[in-house]
């Protein structure tokens, strides 16, 4: 019985399937060690044949390796100046506890300050982030001797304690900077009721009335505004002069860039998260996440690492595409003329019977883009973006996206509640306290379809007569399949099932063992 071993070393993981007569016995994975195409990812994949040799019982008679051309691909996030607001500064948008109601503008005023009568009123300002009794006796004198107090902004997480201590209603806001705002001229300060969103600061004519703007500042006023949809609470401030304009030029940054690698993929996370409805203190990001491909030479060092650790017969045989496409085409259902997209970590290879595009962005890169979203990290996030979360809501009971209700049994772990979760390699993993199921829901998707499904777009433009069959680890994401299909509507998507029996990862592996037989 001949055996022979298909080998497809990847940017991130390394695959092999082991076939006998034809037919496939044992397929295995693991990461790859070390760079794509260099001796140490040769060695790591020698180790797994030889682990999968001895499940087998004997020695593999061929091992089959692609010619490769491996990619170096990078992922990194850009830093971009956020929205221009000119004098205008946003201090804060939706504390999670503001107290009172109302709203109040006026000069800000350190709260230690002695009391004093003026024409303007006052934002007391509290910079003692542990003092909220002292807080709250130092605002009743202020109160106590005629002063107009508008509004009150404290350093640290006290508002309700400093609220319930005083003799008025007026706004109080916490989690603020407070040398920012001692260095604004005039800041407006609204907490509005309970299931009520902002008035005065949702309206770029009455913010610019209550801190004494000009005409020529009301589009600065628009930009504050859109920064605070959706928030029940805010503090607005204005600056005696504007602020700098940012050295970067995005533009000729990116030109640059560019014109020093073979493809970049871009995605500006800032216009991903301005969804329509969206509250503006759901997430926060001025972030660029991009992903550049420099194709390097083929200097056949993983073959030499796969010797090295092993010592049968090693054939290299096709190349990375010609295996992919053969073996994706074994699926059931597909034909000769289907579109292959391979949907790789670093790159996204699209290929048909006669040409074949490698472009750069896909699953890492979507990766990338959740961290930063959610400012979490990498590690949580490859968990995270793989679909569908709940909210613990009680130690015994989930909340669904869809907003079912799902009884635990056991209780959920300590420190889940209150947080929504997905599975992690070691049972739930809690990753956001400030978004709801839905809303992560909805931002999910729309970051698979600008990081993948656009990209998706950017290769095939014209869309597809013709099916397409999707192969590798991405692929196995249904919320990826339906990011496809919306960028090509209309055409006909499936999931590659190799060999009728493998699924959508070993094409290549599998297109190497045909190769090899024919």
């Known amino acids: 019985m001949s055996t022979i071993a298909g ?8 695959e092999i399937v082991i076939a006998a007569d034809g037919r496939p016995v044992i397929w295995d994975r693991m990461p790859t060690r070390g760079v794509k195409g260099s001796i140490a990812s040769g060695e790591g994949a020698a180790r797994l044949l030889a682990r999968m040799e001895r499940r087998l019982g004997h020695r593999v008679d061929v091992a089959v390796m692609t010619r490769q051309h491996p990619v170096d691909t990078s992922c990194i996030d850009v830093g971009l100046a956020p929205t221009d607001t000119g004098r205008l500064v946003v201090l804060s948008r939706g504390p999670v506890s503001p107290a009172g109601s109302g709203f109040g503008a006026g000069t800000p005023t350190p709260v230690d300050r002695e009391p004093h009568t003026v024409d303007d009123p006052v934002v007391l300002v509290a910079t003692d982030p542990l003092g909220y009794r002292e807080t709250a006796r130092q605002v009743r004198r202020w109160v106590a001797s005629g002063a107009d107090v508008a509004a009150i902004v404290l350093v640290g997480d006290e508002a309700r304690l400093v609220s319930a201590r005083i003799d008025t209603d007026i706004p109080v806001v916490d989690a603020i900077d407070p040398e920012v705002v001692l260095s604004c001229s005039r800041v407006a300060v609204e907490v509005a009721g309970e299931g009520r969103a902002l008035g005065v600061l949702s309206d770029p004519l009455r913010l610019g009335a209550a801190l004494g703007l000009s005409a020529d500042d009301h589009a600065n006023a ?5 920064a ?3 928030s029940r609470s805010a503090v607005v401030g204005v600056l005696a002069n504007r602020p700098a304009a940012p050295a970067m030029d995005e533009q000729a940054w990116l030109s640059e860039l560019r014109g020093s690698a073979d493809d970049v993929w871009t995605v500006d996370l800032r216009e991903v998260v301005n969804i329509p409805g969206w509250r503006a203190d759901a997430v926060s990001t001025t972030s660029m996440v991009l992903a550049s491909l420099r194709a390097a030479g083929s200097d056949g060092l993983h073959v030499d690492g796969l010797k090295h650790r092993w010592g049968g017969e090693v054939s290299v045989l096709s190349s990375e595409v010609a295996a992919g496409r053969a073996g994706a085409l074994t699926t059931p259902g597909a034909s000769a003329d289907a579109v292959v997209l391979d949907l790789g970590g670093g790159t996204l290879d699209v290929s048909d019977r006669v040409k074949h595009a490698t472009v750069a962005g896909c699953g ?17 996030a490859e968990w995270v973006k793989r679909g569908p979360a709940r909210r613990i809501d009680a130690p015994q009971l989930a909340i669904e996206e869809d907003g ?3 009884f635990l049994d056991p209780p959920a772990p300590p420190g889940t509640v209150g947080w929504l979760v997905c599975q992690g390699p070691g049972g739930p993993l809690p990753f956001a306290r400030h978004l709801g199921g839905s809303e992560w829901r909805m931002l999910r998707l729309a970051l698979k379809e600008a990081v993948i499904g656009d990209n998706v777009l950017r290769v095939l433009p014209d869309g597809t007569a013709s099916p397409i069959v999707l192969v590798g680890g991405p692929a196995g994401d249904d919320e990826l399949v339906e990011a496809v299909g919306r960028a090509l509507p209309g055409a006909v998507i499936g999931r590659a099932d190799v060999a009728g029996q493998l699924g959508h990862r070993w094409a290549v592996a599998w297109g190497l063992v045909l190769a090899a037989v024919t």
Do not use: P, W
């Not at 080998?7 to 390394?14: E, H, L, Q």
């Open 7 to 14: 080998i497809d070393i990847g940017n991130a993981t390394t």
């Open 222 to 226: 628009v930009a504050a505004v859109q």
């Open 228 to 230: 605070l949809r959706g």
């Open 364 to 380: 890492e890169m979507l990766t990338v883009a959740v961290a930063d979203v959610l400012e979490i990290s990498r590690g949580a």
């Open 404 to 406: 079912g209700r799902h």
